[in-house]
């Protein structure tokens, strides 16, 4: 029976998602589990798996844990030492936001020597910053929404920066989620006004055209038995301009995915794109992609890539897997990718360090 480490939480704005996610993950995995929580200050507690997520609120958390780096382990601490030792044999990464799906988790597994349920770390890094993800996307030919860059620095020139464009406009944190910060523009007073709240979260924020008849989609994509696939289209309904934070994890109103109609020939572009992106930026884990479709236009967008989505986007494979089939395929997933890396040259005896004092003479 392998023991499977989820780490959730951690210094990020997302962090309370983080815990509902783990807090479900826990169900799709067969095993030994074992709950490493990173509180708001980046410490880690070992937790009991009966943790709901207001007992991360309520309750003192007592056992710090360590990353034994060499040893494939994790240590848990009492009074400043360490007094058990558990084998990693799979980290499940379940951290929305910075500080763990911006890739840190991933480089934490790579250093640990450990497989990770999650994606490497430069397409993690990549998907985590919107203006990069927009940059590579246009680089591959996929379709993405025009728009401009705006940091502190830049703001003084933002009539400069915003003159090719009309508005209304939407203004985007880099590199925050679950659609903090977010905010819809129809004029210059709101342009500066959202740019003010976005740089409390970020130093970096994506300014772009926003679309007036448009639906949101959401597909995901992993790999099963080495093959990639893709879920279903998932067209999220909200009753505001954008799906908000409150739409996704407050609002108790259902949704209802039969009040838009997709075109079937949409919803196939979309699981190609999917497909093409998983495999072209080379991620791993499970992703979902969002994307903007502009019914106006009927053209196609992909809006953002979330490499550690919510509840790890098993709400888009259950008509496929069972809990626990899906994470079965995801843990052979990291396995075997794991065991691929491994066969990878890392040393290379260059002889250098042989001469006196390691340094060569001249």
């Known amino acids: 029976m392998k023991n499977i480490i ?3 939480g951690g210094k990020s704005t997302e962090h309370d998602i983080s815990v509902i996610t783990a807090c479900l993950a826990r169900g799709y995995f067969k095993g030994e589990i074992y709950s ?6 980046n410490e880690s507690f070992l937790v009991p798996n009966d943790y709901t997520p207001v007992k991360h609120v309520t309750e003192k958390l007592k056992n710090k844990v360590v990353f034994l780096f060499g040893e494939k382990k994790i240590g848990v601490c009492k009074r400043n030492r360490i007094v058990k030792k558990i084998d990693a044999d799979v980290v499940i990464n379940c951290c929305h936001g910075n500080n763990g799906e911006d890739g840190t988790i991933a480089a934490l597994c790579s250093l640990l020597g450990v497989p990770q349920v999650g994606s490497p770390l430069i397409p993690s890094a990549v998907a985590m910053d919107k203006v990069f993800t927009k940059r590579v996307l246009r ?8 728009g401009f860059e705006v940091t502190p620095h830049s703001i003084e020139n933002l009539r400069d920066l915003a003159k090719d464009y ?6 985007k944190p880099a590199t925050l989620g679950s659609s903090i910060g977010v905010k819809v523009c129809s004029d210059f ?17 994506l300014c772009e055209r926003a679309l007036t008849d448009f639906i949101e989609l959401n597909c995901a994509a992993m790999r099963v038995n080495g093959e990639i696939v893709t879920s279903v289209v998932d067209c999220p309904v909200s009753i505001h301009d954008i799906l908000t934070f409150e739409d996704k994890y407050v609002s108790n109103q259902p949704i209802d995915l039969k009040k838009t109609e997709v075109p079937k020939s949409v919803s196939g572009k979309v699981t190609e794109l999917t497909s093409e992106i998983y495999g072209g930026l080379g991620f791993s884990g499970v992703i979902r992609v969002d ?21 790890l986007a098993y709400g888009l494979w259950e008509g496929r897997f ?17 065991i691929a890396l491994e066969k990878r040259l890392f040393v290379f005896d260059s002889g250098v360090l042989k001469g006196i004092n390691g340094i060569k003479k001249k």
């Open 139 to 146: 680089d591959a030919n996929v379709p993405v929404i025009e």
């Open 291 to 311: 994307y903007l479709y502009d019914k106006k236009t009927d053209k196609l967008f992909v809006n953002e890539i979330n490499t550690i989505p919510g509840s």
């Open 189 to 205: 007073e709101e342009l500066n006004e959202a740019l003010a709240l976005a740089f409390r979260y970020d130093d970096k924020v």
């Open 322 to 338: 069972s809990r626990a089939e899906y994470g079965q395929a995801l843990i052979e997933q990291a396995i075997a990718d794991n």
């Open 166 to 171: 009309e508005f209304p406009l939407i203004v």
């Open 6 to 8: 989820i780490v959730y």
């Open 36 to 41: 490493v929580y990173f509180d708001k200050n």
